[in-house]
């Protein structure tokens, strides 16, 4: 199975600061690289899909990048509904999975 | 609107099955391979299992094969997961997940908002 592995963890912002989140396959994925956001409570929220690209209705201050074994996603200008989990996964091969989680915190 | 809604979670004993459901409006359900993902409490999100559009293929995380079985009844617009032989480690809040096209290698598009599922003695 491809390993993903996100760092950091946990990461505390302040609104209005950009924040970048990074994610490791441990095997090339071409840009077979979603991104995700999960709030307490709640489902989890497609945002990005290949890598970089934006879900149907998602906002341009979020962006993802990369290709091979490193992605990033990056978050402009914080705003308070915006603190949650971020996961990225990979669907290049089967089983799909997921990175560990990166829970981003209000300063 | 796209809209994916779970049922059939409940509190199970170990060795005990529970069937559960995803009902989906708003899409033309053939057209798209779903799949179910769940997340333990407290822990990340994990996948369970994947159906293609037409329903003839199939596949399982190696945790859940053998036990699990993944179908979908596209006159009802239905997805289903019925679990057997469930053990505490299948404890979760089950996701049904749309893929955007009809075939497995895709990306998830729409979640379901899940539905619990606890197994304990």
Same mark, same amino acid.
């Given at each position: 199975d491809i390993q993903m592995t996100q760092s950091p963890s946990s990461l505390s912002a302040s609104v209005g600061d950009r924040v970048?989140?990074?994610c490791r396959a441990s095997q090339g994925i071409s840009n077979y690289l979603a991104w995700f956001q999960q709030k307490p409570g709640k489902a989890p929220k497609s945002l990005i899909? +290949? +890598?970089?690209?934006l879900q149907s209705g998602v906002p341009s201050k979020f962006s993802g990048s990369g290709s091979g074994t490193d992605f990033t996603l990056t978050i402009n200008s914080l705003q308070p509904e915006d603190f949650a989990t971020y996961y990225c996964q990979q669907y290049n091969s089967y089983p799909p999975t997921f990175g560990q989680g990166t829970k981003l915190e209000i300063k | 609107e796209v809209q994916l809604v779970e049922s059939g979670g409940g509190f199970v004993h170990p060795g005990g /099955?529970?069937?559960l459901s995803c009902a989906a409006t708003g899409i033309t359900? /053939?057209?798209y391979a779903m799949s179910w993902v769940r997340q333990a409490p407290g822990k990340g999100l994990e996948w369970v299992s994947v159906i293609s559009g037409s329903g003839g293929s199939t596949q399982y995380a190696? /945790?859940?094969k053998g036990r699990f079985t993944i179908s979908r009844d596209n006159s009802k617009n239905t997805l289903y997961l019925q679990m057997n032989s469930l053990r505490a480690e299948d404890t979760a809040v089950y996701y049904c997940a749309k893929v955007s096209s009809g075939g497995y290698y895709d990306a998830f598009d729409i979640w379901g908002q899940g539905t619990m599922v606890a197994v304990s003695s």
């Open positions: 970048t989140i990074t899909y +290949a +890598a970089s690209s | /099955s529970l069937r359900f /053939s057209n190696d /945790s859940v």
